[in-house]
């Protein structure tokens, strides 16, 4: 099966530019346009609506929504509104989220409530009038979305790097994204705690695309482009570089990191970061260089790679390199 190439793109950008960015994107062969989903940036729905209008084939969806800050049927009504603005296009992300804690919500029993969100989307897409009682979430009968939608589904992404999520992902998704990571060494870890959730759903393991996407910056001027990405990477290492079983780190570099970041020294927190945990956490360097680390990740079996914000030194020239120069050079 080919493999998917992927943007993922912040939403911090002003009317308009999700449109210019994603004409170029379909224009040069990307085949999914994702939107994160992050704490106190534009919500995803806006930037995917946008791009809608000015896309014909990609892939939309937002990465990820969750079930604390925006109700289930909410969720539905978005989606359902993306996949009617999309014609079919549209793709759910779900996951549990972070620093939601600077907002005030907590994040109580997170695989009961991603669990009972996707049930109750997916009874509202299909227009279920049975009701739903979970443990979280409710239905009453006869609650429906009030609204004509342009399919009964959509395809459902999980974020999840540890265990029980990618189990869960294993039992109900079509799609597990691992967010923060190219590491290929990865890729078989997530497929065997995949598989403990589709054994128990009587699903193959093949059926649950492994989508990886990370930081990327590329550049014809690699060495700006790495040294870009590895302050990008400072601010989240000591998150992801926790969840990776795979990855041995130079003892005290996640902490010397960690405090350098806290004192607002980003760039020298970068510096510290020495190329091979660098290459683990994102995509960077030359066009040949970001093709190298993606077609590891091709080759490991991954359904989908996706190439995260900011792309390039600026968001336009590394969209531009990646469509023009990057994906010619893979094998998928």
Not at 84 to 94: C, F, K, V
């Amino acid at each position: 099966m080919r493999t998917e190439i992927g943007l993922g793109l912040q939403s911090d950008k002003p009317a308009g530019t999700y449109a210019r960015l994603a004409r170029s994107a379909e224009a040069a062969g990307f085949d999914v346009l994702t939107v994160f989903g992050d704490l106190m940036y534009q919500p995803p729905i806006f930037p995917l609506l946008e791009m809608a209008a000015a896309t014909s084939r990609v892939r939309l969806g937002p990465a990820c929504l969750n079930p604390y800050s925006m109700a289930p049927y909410e969720i539905a009504g978005q989606i359902a509104a993306l996949d009617l603005a999309s014609h079919g296009r549209a793709y759910l992300g779900l996951a549990r989220g972070t620093w939601l804690g600077a907002v005030g919500l907590p994040q109580p029993r997170p695989l009961t409530a991603l669990a009972e969100a996707a049930s109750v989307v997916a009874h509202l897409l299909r227009g279920d009038r049975s009701g739903y009682s979970g443990r979280v979430f409710e239905l009453a009968p006869d609650t429906v979305l009030r609204y004509e939608r342009q399919r009964p589904s959509v395809p459902l992404l999980l974020g999840a790097w540890g265990p029980q999520g990618a189990a869960l992902a294993g039992r109900i998704a079509d799609e597990i994204k691992v967010g923060g990571s190219a590491n290929p060494d990865m890729v078989p870890v997530i497929r065997e705690r995949l598989a403990l959730g589709a054994v128990d759903s009587g699903r193959e393991v093949e059926e649950i695309g492994i989508v990886l996407g990370a930081v990327t910056v590329v550049d014809t001027d690699g060495e700006a482009a790495r040294a870009r990405a590895r302050t990008e990477v400072a601010m989240y290492l000591a998150v992801v570089a926790e969840l990776d079983p795979t990855a041995e780190l130079p003892a005290g570099l996640v902490a010397e990191v960690g405090k350098l970041v806290g004192a607002g020294r980003d760039e020298e927190a970068g510096k510290a970061i020495p190329d091979d945990v660098l290459d683990r956490f994102a995509f960077s360097g030359t066009p040949s260089q970001v093709a190298a680390q993606a077609q590891r990740l091709i080759d490991a079996g991954v359904a989908r790679v996706e190439f995260g914000t900011p792309h390039g030194l600026t968001d336009d020239r590394g969209v531009e390199l990646l469509g023009a120069e990057v994906l010619p050079l893979l094998s998928r």
